[in-house]
């Protein structure tokens, strides 16, 4: 079965500090990947996307992510954390043979203490 | 804000109550969608349309009826909910251009509780 798995529930990093939110999947092809983003009491909002070439994705609000084939990962990444960035962060990923099923992983809180 | 609203926030419904979650989108999308979520679990894909019309039923049970009567608008009908139904329910939209790689614009959701 097609899965993404977001390995931590939990992930506290101090402001200033460089982070790092983990993303494997397991789907056939090349997929389509994504990041969003939810602040408390809102809906999702998204972060960037990899289709095809560089690897290291550039998004929103300074994040970045890195695609591993080898190790079939998008990670998460941000080279120093604000306070504001604390929210729950879900990595998704579209196989190629789907129209609109995005698989989506269960999701990481980010917590950024000051 | 992402352009899409959904009413009401809250609603706190029994079992034999029938109620209606409302969804607008104010970005000249194509395709809208409804999805549940639930705490530390992945999104679940719940109903899909594009152009008004239905391209994905994900196994919903049929206490859960979607309507679409235009491509801004789409509503979720509830009626004889189960408490394990209690979620926050997300509208999202999107430009369809059929290749995959379209962002989803969410509301902010409704969180629903049934009792």
């Known amino acids: 079965a097609q899965s993404v798995a977001q390995p931590e529930d939990q992930v506290n990093v101090a402001e200033g500090n460089p982070l790092t939110v983990k993303c494997t999947y397991s789907?056939?092809?090349?997929?389509?990947l994504f990041w969003y983003v939810q602040y408390p009491n809102r809906g999702l909002q998204f972060l960037l996307k990899y289709i095809t070439g560089d690897n290291l994705v550039k998004g929103s609000y300074g994040f970045e992510a890195e695609f591993n084939k080898s190790q079939t990962s998008f990670h998460l990444k941000k080279p120093s954390a604000l306070v504001s960035d604390s929210a729950l962060y879900f990595c998704a990923v579209r196989p190629m043979d789907s129209n609109y099923q995005l698989i989506w992983g269960a999701g990481t809180k980010l917590i950024i203490k000051p | 804000e992402t352009g899409v609203t959904q009413t009401p926030r809250h609603l706190v419904m029994g079992m034999t109550n029938k109620k209606s979650l409302k969804c607008e989108q104010h970005l000249g999308h194509n395709a809208m969608y409804w999805y549940k979520q639930s705490a530390k679990k992945p999104l679940e894909l719940m109903f899909v349309y594009n152009f008004k019309e239905q391209t994905e039923n994900n196994s919903v049970p049929s206490r859960f009826s979607p309507e679409c009567p235009n491509s801004s608008h789409l509503f979720l009908h509830l009626h004889t909910l189960q408490p394990e139904d209690s979620a926050l329910y997300l509208c999202?939209?999107?430009?369809?251009?059929?290749?995959?790689?379209?962002?989803?614009?969410f509301g902010s959701g409704t969180q629903l509780s049934v009792l």
């Open positions: 999202a939209s999107s430009q369809d251009r059929g290749q995959g790689d379209e962002k989803l614009f």
């Open positions: 789907v056939s092809g090349n997929p389509y």
